[in-house]
């Protein structure tokens, strides 16, 4: 498996969570890792991208402030902490990597390896 998605899960609105995106050794050292969402009917959408070297980060400008990517060198690891979950954050959560750069403008078309996938549910 080269990407799997796990932590997602059922909270109340307020409640924070973390979902992680497990990398293979390979696409962790050399890809840049994102987080993508999608709602039932809506479109997918970035919500947070983290470079190889962690030098660069993006987030989704409406998620600033909320959540926050980060890498874990020990074990392969990209988090996404979402912290005063809003009804309107359920979706299910996916990660992807890609060699490019990944950023807000950048289509999710195209990206080169996805994790399955992981629910979250945030009820009000």
């Known amino acids: 498996v080269q990407l799997q998605a796990f932590g997602g899960g059922s909270v109340h609105a307020g409640d924070s969570l973390r979902v992680s995106c497990l990398a293979s050794?390979?696409?962790?050292?050399?890809?840049?890792i994102a987080w993508f969402r999608q709602a039932p009917g809506k479109q997918r959408e970035f919500v947070a991208s983290?470079?190889?070297?962690?030098?660069?980060?993006n987030y989704q400008d409406s998620l600033k402030g909320r959540f926050t990517i980060s890498r874990d060198n020990a074990i392969n690891t990209v988090h996404l902490q979402m912290n005063s979950l809003k009804p309107e954050d359920a979706a299910v959560y996916y990660c992807a990597a890609d060699k490019a750069p990944i950023d807000s403008g950048r289509s999710y078309y195209g990206l080169e390896y996805w994790g399955q996938g992981t629910q979250v549910t945030v009820s009000s």
């Open positions: 050794e390979r696409i962790f050292s050399r890809y840049a």
């Open positions: 983290i470079s190889w070297s962690a030098t660069r980060i």
